[in-house]
């Protein structure tokens, strides 16, 4: 006796018939005795069929789904409790799986949808009704083997009927008859007259997922069609990928790591950014005293969104590009995590895959040795070698790569002249990978969002089809909320909204994600060592010293550096100075000679201390501007530069001219950090537009012993700091008491702010070595 290979799963019968005892159903159409126990066919009932939505047959939404008992008592258990046809799914509930697919494709037009043809049996077939199935393929369904989530009913619904699809009439209709002629114990009645939505749904009601795949294989080879069943295993390797895919993006992307190592989700934390359409737009440069002009286009332009960006239009055009600019700390790769979450989420099911591949991170693993873009995707996404090759060339397949910090590699960035390759399996430089890819000569049918710094010596090859937009931070209503979300304890949360609310600097600089961060863990960091009730340090100096030494830190950590730290910095200083002496805030790319030189590169892409941007003084003319982060920047590198010259050099930059013996006498370190303080303190008080104001305020907080200690490593080992809080002090008021300036009688006060940020003993001494 040949046995049914579908009768090799180990499936339970149902506990009890739902048919009378008389009704029998056999091949040949022959009643079998009611006596003959051992030898009945229990039909179970009608399932309700698939639903079939308005949605367009695609493999977006995967869930985990477990295989019940039995594939027909499945369906059963869904009508029981009253779901219907279609499932929907839930995190609660993850073995429901909702289908929605729509019927235009299908070959037939007329379609029952309480079609009556598929009945299941569950018990042994005696053996006169055995056939000669001697060419079955063998289907064994174990029971006790772990179910595949990413193998849903969705997903198996799609790619069989995608396989059907792709069959002529005449060759369905072969489909049909094997499938008729191999498996008719599944089936009440022939299957010529029904459509291909009707067969899938058939087959899954009567087999499990991972059986219905086999049967549809095993039919397409006997018919010759290895090309399909080839399509359709490499819809199952992507579906698998697909999977893996959004579970590890979900765990690296989806949780931010706060101080302490706490882990929360993204969606607790993250708040709007403010993203237009459009580059070149300058920097922010809205400030607490002066009224500054702005250069560039600031024309109101539509904020967009991620759904926006990643849209549907832009993934059915062909060779794109996505470039996502910002200045240093401007949430580039805050808005990059969100992406990937929304993706992983199953909010961008337009993208087949997404593969998010940090820069950075790149060139720390590869560095200068010749690699290739399948390896440097392998290393951070090995299930992806279970991908054809082809598939990252097919237009069927959509594809999004994200390259997260474009500045990485721009040394010897030369996109005209760099000789470009087209194979992802050949080894080159990564210059020359990431030219490839921007020319669009390599991954021709793949999509590109690529996040980067206003960089000087880059720009996208005019023919190649990208979108630029912009990204500018916090806007000014969704400030607080960052800080909302941040802490937990809401009276925290309102102490550190007062912290800031306290400096019209401090509201403003929240523009930036990147000091916002830096702020939350300033305060977090006190209430964690003086309790939920410490007392908030007043001042603005310590804030922007942890923002410049975060930016200097992420230039410096994992780059050999062509110029030295210090001399950068005071390159860096003597720029922003002389710039605040001609109370200037952007100057032209081709600088004047009065203005100390400075490598825009060093400063713009790598430190992010500066940015560049255009304006268009002429028809037809662009002129590249420089300008610091923002002009507040600018005013503390100007002060940090004065403080380190004193210390440093024993130099007064706040001293009158005066004759060549006087500038003798510098080797005798006559100068004094008390004498720049006065000098500085009078020269400002003569600016009646107050362009010193916040530039004082740095000033005085560089002395501040907290502040000291941050900015040791740029201050002379041989150097002996004695604090002067106590002198310094005692001048302000008595400036204050004296209100000679009723004007900057405020800014007086802030600066004695910045100067007791924490109080020192008057006589303390510190030594610096390195």
Known sequence: MMEDPELDMEVPSPSGSFLNEEASVSMEDQPIEEEEDEDLYYIEPRRPSLDLGPLPMETGALLYVERPQSPA???????????????????????????????????STCYSVDSDDCEIRTKVKSEDAMDDDDTLPELKENLTDVVQPYLTVKFVFTAICKVLQQLRPIGLETFRGHLWHRYPQSFSSSLQTIDIVDIVDQMLACYSLRVSLQITKAVLLQLEQKRLVDFLEDLENENEVHYELRERLKKLYGVFEGPGGEERPLDEVYTDLRIVKGANNGPNVEHEVMTIPNLANKKP????????????????????????????GSGKSMFVRKCVQEWSNHNLDHVNLMFALPIKE???????????????????????????????????????????????????????????I????????LKVIFASILKGVMLRSGFFLFTARP?????????????????FGFKEEVREEYFKKRFKDPKQAGRVIAYVNSSRTLQIMCYLPLFCSLLSDFCQSIF??????????????????????????????????????????????????????????????????????????????????????????????????????????????????????????????????????WKLSLNKKSSSIIELYKNALEKSLLCEDGKLDIFMRFLFGM????????????????????????????????????????????????????????????????????
């Open 73 to 107: 008592e499945s369906y059963l258990s869904m009508r029981s409790e009253g779901i219907g046809s279609s499932v929907v799914s839930s995190e609660e509930d993850r073995y429901c799986t909702k289908i929605h697919l729509e019927r235009t494709d299908s070959f």
């Open 301 to 328: 332009k539509e904020d967009k969104h991620i759904h926006d960006i990643i849209s549907v239009d832009f993934i059915k055009e062909i060779e794109q590009v996505i470039v996502l600019r910002g200045v240093a």
């Open 362 to 420: 790149i060139k720390q693993k590869f560095g200068d040795s010749d690699t290739s873009f399948l390896d440097i995707l392998y290393h951070f996404y090995p299930e992806a070698k279970r991908l054809n090759t082809k598939q990252y060339s097919s237009n069927k397949c959509n594809i999004l790569y994200i390259f997260d910090g474009l500045e990485e590699i721009t040394e010897d960035f030369d996109l005209p002249n760099t000789r470009c």
């Open 422 to 429: 087209f194979d992802i399996n050949k080894p080159a430089k």
């Open 455 to 471: 960089l000087p010596k880059f720009h996208v090859p005019h023919d190649t089809k990208h979108h630029v937009y912009e990204v």
């Open 528 to 661: 964690n060592k003086q309790g939920p009730d410490a007392e908030l340090p007043k001042g603005i100096t310590l804030m922007y010293t942890r923002l410049f030494l975060a930016l200097l830190r992420d230039y410096r950590k994992e780059r050999e550096a062509a110029v030295d730290e210090k001399e950068f910095v005071k390159s860096l200083g003597k720029r922003a100075f002389a710039m605040l002496e001609k109370g200037v805030y952007s100057v032209c790319i081709s600088y004047p000679r009065d203005l100390e030189p400075l490598d825009e590169a060093e400063s713009a892409t790598y430190s992010g201390m500066s940015t560049v941007f255009y304006v268009k003084p002429m028809p037809f003319l662009d002129e590249k501007m420089f300008s610091f982060l923002h002009p507040t920047m600018q005013e503390y590198v100007a002060a940090l530069n004065a403080f380190l010259s004193c210390l440093n050099e024993d130099k007064n930059l706040f001293d009158a001219p005066k004759s060549k013996k």
């Open 703 to 770: 002395s501040n012993s907290s502040n000291i200690e941050l900015i040791q490593r740029f201050i002379n080992p041989n150097v002996k700091w004695t604090s002067v809080a106590e002198e310094v002090g005692a001048l302000l008021r008595k400036k204050i008491a004296e209100n000679q300036y009723p004007a900057r009688a405020e800014n007086l006060q802030f600066c004695l702010d910045e100067l007791v940020l924490q109080k020192s003993p008057p006589t303390r001494k510190l030594s610096f070595k390195r």
